[in-house]
C-alpha cells in the first residue's frame, strides 16, 4: 500500500512539473513574440526602470506643442530629443513654425536620433496678430510671431483635450507623460509654475528688479489695468511651460480673450514699462488671474538664461525634470550656466546652419 502511494504522490508530481514547464513554455513565447515594447526588452536597455515604465502601456496620444523659429530650430530640436528619449508614452510633437521654416524642419528630422519621433509641423500664419500686437517700424526684425502660437492651442491640436505647451529652451530629464498628467481644478484651462512658490521665484531681472508679480508685467497707473482689480504684488507665473485643458479653453473662449487683451494694448499700451519678460505674458496673466492650478515646480526650473553664472548646485539641476533657459543667455550660446547638460541633447544641424547662428550668439554674448 505504501508502495502503491508514493508511486501516485510520485506520478502527481510529475505531472504538476511538466503543467508548470508547458506554462511557463507558453508565457515566454507569447512574451518574446509580443511586439509591443513593453515585453521583456525594455529592462534590457532602461537600467533601474521606474515602476511606471513596467507597467501596462496606455496608448492615448500625449500632444506636445513646441514652437520651432528658424534662428532657435536647434533649440527646439534637443527639447523634442530630451522629451523623446525619456518616455516611452505615445508623444507626439506639433511643431508650429513658419513657412520658410518647414523643410529645415523636415530636414534635421530625418536625422537617426530623431527619424521614430512622431510628428506634425504646422505652418504658423502671422496675419492672425495684425491689429494685435505694436510693431516698431525700426524694428521689424525683433517682432517673433511665433511667441503668440501658444494663445491658439485649440486651432493648433484641434482633436486634442489637453495638451502641453513648451518653450524651445528647455531640456526634459524625466518622463513628460508626469507633467501631463498634473491635475487641474474644474473649472480651469490651464496649470503654470507660479513664481511665488517656485524654487526660481524672485529672481532679479536686468532692467525690472524682482520681477516676479503683476505689477513687473502692467501698467497699474492705467485705468483699465485698475478697474480689473487684481493686486499689484499677485503672483506671476511662467507661460513657457504649461498644461491645457482645451475642453475649457474653448468653453470659455481663452484665445478671443487673450486677442481682446492684446488689441486694447496696441491702444492704451497697458504692459509695464519696465517689462523684460516676453510681451505674451500680460494677457495670460489678466485672463488667468486666480483661474489657474499649478505644475510640480520641478517642471520648470527656470532662470537659467539670466546670468552666465551657475545659479543652482549640479545636485539640483541633477533633479530637476525640466531645465529653462528664458532669459538672455541661452545654452546654444554655450556661455549660459549647464550650457553642457543641453549639449547632451543637441542633434547637429544637417544643414550646418545652425551651426552660424551658434557662432553669432557667442560673439553676440561675448561682447
Known sequence: VNISILIVAVIIFLLVIHHNFLSLSDFLRRELSDPSPLGLQPIDFIPAAPQRLTDERDDQ??????????????????????????????????????????????????????????????DFDPRVLEGKVQVDPQKTDTFKPLTFARFYLPNLVPHAEKVIYVDDDVIVQDDIVELYNTPLKPGHAAAFSDDCDSTSSKVAVRGAGNQYNYIGFLDYKKETIRKLAMKANTCSFNPGVFVANLTEWKLQNITKQLEKWMALNVVEELYSKTLAGSITTPPLLIVFYKQHSSIDPMWNVRHLGSSAG??????????????????????????????EVWEKWYVPDPTGKFNLIRRHLEAYEAK
Open 61 to 122: 496620444e500625449i500632444p506636445v506643442v513646441i514652437a520651432a523659429s528658424d534662428e532657435r530650430l536647434g533649440g527646439a530640436i534637443a527639447a523634442m530629443n530630451s522629451i523623446y528619449q525619456h518616455t516611452r508614452s505615445n508623444v507626439v510633437f506639433y511643431i508650429v513654425t513658419l513657412n520658410n521654416t518647414v523643410d529645415h524642419v523636415r530636414m534635421w528630422l530625418k536625422s537617426p536620433p530623431l527619424k521614430n519621433m512622431r510628428y506634425q509641423i504646422l
Open 310 to 339: 551657475k545659479r543652482y548646485s549640479p545636485q539640483f539641476v541633477e533633479a530637476a525634470k525640466l531645465l529653462h533657459w528664458n532669459g538672455h543667455f541661452k545654452p546654444w550660446g554655450r556661455t549660459a550656466s549647464y550650457a
